[in-house]
């Protein structure tokens, strides 16, 4: 294992501690937490977004925080919850008087964890806690970590339209409806070409071979549904939009956003390949791409792969994407 680390053990630490020296004028980090807030956080009479899950998955979370976007990130282990205390830590941090939503990616641990940390913190502090939890990939109905689908890129979406909507100055309901439109109108699905290496382990978490792919992979390194020999960049995003589709059952002429997904390890070049015939596949079906997101924006660690996107959208949601953002990993002017 080849990688830019010192001990295992350290990685999350280290890496918290180097996006805090690289943003100080942006994030800040709790006391003896792995929790990154906005500098400016609390915003007084403002509804607080929060997120967090597992490490290895940057510029998801921390990157997102800032105007627009998310006040709180908490990271857990790599591939591993953060613990309800430091949720709840992070809730009660970001609190500016009008609650907080807790966006949580739909894994047995994240949703166990945020659910507790939601109740920690309206027992601790009062603070009003709403929730949504993401489900949008199209892969499997059950999973090795979850019980029903997995969150996976489309959570990008919600931490976007949910934020300006608190920026806008909407309530706790009104961010948590947007976020839950999201949820209700994205669907995602994502392949693998060779699976990640977590720093504690050290080796593949699971086995592919050379001429193989893994389709309908997890962002944890979880196998897929179907291994196939590999084939063209197009005939991969072709099963990947055609899923993503059927799903969505979309009238033609709606218009849609997506995303593009790097998994840590794919060129952009590549990735620039895949989303040339998404959007040609899209055309052919009638539908109007209004906004095309092309990047890492949830990763797998050094997983070569990447996942389509596919948001429908309405005039609310097209404005609340509009919204300008400010943060590490994104920004809308």
Not at 163 to 181: N, P, S, T, Y
Not at 261 to 274: A, D, Q, W
Request: charged letters at 25%; a negative charge; hydrophobic letters at 40%.
């Amino acid at each position: 294992m080849k990688k830019l680390i010192n001990e295992p053990s350290a990685v999350v630490d280290e890496m918290l501690d180097g996006m805090v020296a690289a943003h100080p004028d942006e994030v800040r980090r709790l006391p003896d937490s792995n929790v990154l807030v906005r500098n400016d956080a609390p915003i007084e009479g403002k509804v607080a977004v929060v997120s967090g899950g597992g490490s290895g998955h940057e510029p998801t979370h921390a990157g997102y925080l800032g105007p627009g976007m998310l006040d709180g990130a908490a990271a857990g282990e790599v591939f591993t919850s953060p613990t309800a205390d430091e949720v709840s830590e992070m809730v009660q941090a970001c609190d500016g008087g009008e609650g907080v939503l807790m966006v949580i990616k739909n894994y047995e641990g994240d949703v166990m964890n945020f659910e507790t940390a939601g109740e920690l913190a309206e027992m601790e502090s009062d603070v009003e806690v709403a929730q949504v939890v993401v489900n949008d990939d199209v892969a499997v109905e059950d999973s090795l970590y979850t019980s029903g689908r997995r969150g996976v890129c489309g959570t990008i979406f919600v931490h976007k339209v949910a934020g300006a909507m608190a920026d806008e100055g909407g309530d706790l309901d009104e961010v948590q409806r947007v976020a839950q439109k999201v949820i209700d109108n994205v669907a995602t699905m994502g392949t693998a070409l060779t699976s990640c290496i977590t720093p504690e382990k050290g080796e593949p978490t699971f086995d592919l071979g050379d001429d193989e792919i893994e389709l309908g992979i997890g962002i944890h390194g979880e196998p897929g549904v179907e291994r196939v020999d590999m084939t063209s960049a197009d005939d991969i995003t072709e099963r990947l939009t055609e899923n993503v589709l059927d799903d969505l059952d979309l009238d033609p002429g709606t218009e849609v956003a997506t995303i593009v997904n790097g998994m840590g390890g794919t060129p952009l070049s590549e990735l620039y390949i895949v989303n040339r015939k998404l959007q040609s596949i899209l055309e052919d079906e009638g539908l109007e791409t209004w906004n095309a997101w092309v990047g890492d924006y949830m990763t797998s660690l050094d997983m070569q792969g990447c996942s389509v996107t596919v948001l429908e959208l309405d005039d609310e949601l097209k404005e609340l994407l509009s919204h300008p953002v400010e943060t590490t990993a994104l920004t809308v002017t």
